[in-house]
């Protein structure tokens, strides 16, 4: 579903404060003489700072070093073009899940923290899916903050989309199940679920969380489920913990990284995907409900380490 709609030259424009900073950090040691332990400390250091945390850098700093041994690598810049191809290759979705069949019925549960981006990337996957013909319905199971069920609607209305919903502080798995009932018995493509989004350090809230995605997966025949986690991705290293937080606690399939071109620390989705091997399915390109494109990977590490005088 969606197909690419330009996802190559978004993912690149996307990255580009992440790109300039990573160049700024990483064009010295890629421009040094040769290849040695300041060398391999140095490119260790800058990608830890670089939001890529240490498990994935390490990791990484490995099969650098592998591929540099086996292939009789002397330089530093075909370093950098060895570490574009692994990022790329890191950054694949390994696992061959399609974020939203086109051939069947999908039920897509959203989660991640108050203020991710969670209600504006809903809106973005409303607008793309109705440009195909999609039937869409939203439900508002986050029933905890102030004013979540009236956003719903409100995107709801303005992209004439159903809202299925009930009073402030109800059941959010009662909201759940209706929505699924509801979506069946109009024939809907896609039924996008939201849901609170409390700190990921809230026991309750994952207890909520596992409940809903409990009668998802009980209730849900003949829907094809999907769960996807929306993380801000100018909050670096705190992006990860989300990750492992949701992860842990739903079994997240893969990310919307909201907000990618506002930031500097988009190398948090090497360690997302490094440490967690969670794609990186959507970005946020922009403010408008149109503004969204699907992740490419190629164009990502591309992104990051360019060619010299590009």
Do not use: Y
């Not at 810049?77 to 979705?93: G, H, K, S, W």
């Not at 003949?222 to 929306?230: A, D, K, N, P, S």
């Amino acid at each position: 579903m969606f197909g690419v709609f330009k996802k190559k030259e978004k993912t690149a424009e996307s990255s580009a404060k992440t790109g300039s900073a990573w160049r700024g950090r990483l064009s010295g040691i890629f421009s040094r003489s040769k290849i040695d332990d300041d060398f391999w400390d140095e490119l260790e250091e800058a990608l830890v700072i670089s939001d890529v945390g240490v498990n994935t850098t390490m990791s990484l700093i490995d099969d650098l070093r592998n591929v540099v041994k086996d292939e009789s690598i002397k330089e530093p810049d075909q370093v950098r073009v060895r570490m574009r191809d692994l990022i790329a290759e890191m950054l694949t979705d390994s696992t061959d899940v399609d974020p939203i069949p086109d051939d069947e019925p999908v039920v897509l549960l959203i989660v991640g923290v108050n203020g991710a981006g969670k209600t504006t990337s809903i809106a973005k996957l409303v607008d793309v899916a109705k440009s195909e013909g999609k039937n869409i319905m939203l439900a508002a199971a986050d029933t905890f903050r102030a004013g979540a069920i009236e956003q719903i609607k409100i995107w709801g209305d303005r992209l004439d989309v159903p809202v299925i919903a009930q009073a402030a502080g109800s059941d959010p798995g009662a909201v759940a199940f209706d929505a699924l009932n509801a979506a069946r018995a109009r024939n809907v493509d896609l039924l996008i679920i939201d849901t609170a989004g409390r700190l990921h350090t809230t026991h309750n809230l994952m207890e909520e969380l596992r409940k809903i995605r409990g009668i998802v997966e009980k209730n849900g025949s003949g829907f094809t489920e999907r769960i996807m986690l929306v993380i801000d991705g100018t909050t670096g290293q705190n992006g990860m913990i989300q990750a492992k937080s949701f992860t842990e606690a739903v079994n997240c399939n893969g990310v919307f990284l909201t907000k990618l071109d506002g930031t500097a620390k988009g190398g948090v989705a090497l360690a997302i995907s490094g440490e967690l091997g969670l794609p990186i399915w959507f970005i946020g390109t922009g403010e408008k409900s149109s503004d969204m494109s699907a992740f490419d990977p190629d164009a990502f590490a591309a992104a990051l380490l360019p060619e010299p005088n590009s």
